[in-house]
T-cell receptor, first 116, second 113 residues
Framework: EAGVAQSPRYKIIEKRQSVAFWCNPI?????LYWYQQILGQGPKLLIQ????????DSQLPKDRFSAERLKGVDSTLKIQPAKLEDSAVYLC??????????????FGPGTRLTVL | GQQLNQSPQSMFIQEGEDVSMNCTSS?????WLWYKQEPGEGPVLLIA?????ELTSNGRLTAQFGITRKDSFLNISASIPSDVGIYFC?????????????FGKGTSLLVTP
């Protein structure tokens, strides 16, 4: 079974530029998550989708971050405009069911973003 | 999100030693999870705990869900060099919180041969 795919793996941009990350979850997984992991920290949830609907986006900085999962499969996370403090690894995860407490999340390798 | 306090921050041990790390929170969680992350990779689930007091093993790994539901520990017995990585605890609350995972800051483990 193929795992969670993410691209690009690395991205370097200047502040105030825009950037987009792509995630393809494990086939058939209904729930998709985007996490931000700053160096030396644990992952922090940005947004959770179930199919193509948003379940939780309470920690997404909506003035600059946006995410979509239009067909309920792959997803795109965008930052516009980027700030220095957005430098982090952006992890995508997916789970098979409705995101309940027993629903295992499988993580992709992440995209490492550096904002100069 | 809820802050989880994980300790120690780092450990440097010799192959064959046992390792113990823990995680505490000021609020209750319904699920405790332990993940391992290696450089350039996403976290991988090691053990999941769903009931207060539960003790679960996975090979050389053993984890427990604290009775108060505010803490958990992970033990690794007879460590080997491939145990190197960052170990994260994570807690999940309930449906009203969207089952979001709250992660600790991690314990970095280094094992020398």
């Amino acid at each position: 079974e193929a795992g969670v795919a993410q691209s690009p793996r690395y991205k370097i941009i200047e502040k105030r530029q825009s950037v987009a990350f792509w995630c393809n979850p494990i086939s058939g997984h209904a729930t998709l998550y985007w996490y931000q992991q700053i160096l030396g920290q644990g992952p922090k949830l940005l947004i959770q989708f179930q199919n193509n609907g948003v379940v939780d986006d309470s920690q997404l900085p909506k003035d600059r971050f946006s995410a979509e999962r239009l067909k309920g499969v792959d997803s795109t996370l965008k930052i516009q405009p980027a700030k220095l403090e957005d430098s982090a690894v952006y992890l995508c995860a997916s789970s098979s069911r409705g995101g309940g407490t027993t629903d295992t999340q499988y993580f992709g390798p992440g995209t490492r973003l550096t904002v100069l | 999100g809820q802050q989880l306090n994980q300790s120690p921050q780092s450990m440097f041990i010799q192959e064959g030693e046992d390792v113990s790390m823990n995680c505490t929170s000021s609020s209750i969680f319904n699920t405790w999870l332990w993940y391992k992350q290696e450089p350039g990779e996403g976290p991988v689930l090691l053990i999941a705990l769903y009931k207060a007091g539960e003790l679960t093993s996975n090979g050389r790994l053993t984890a427990q869900f604290g009775i108060t539901r505010k803490d958990s520990f992970l033990n690794i017995s007879a460590s080997i060099p491939s145990d190197v990585g960052i170990y994260f605890c994570a807690g999940s609350k309930d449906r009203n919180s969207g089952y979001a995972l709250n992660f600790g800051k991690g314990t970095s483990l280094l094992v020398t041969p």
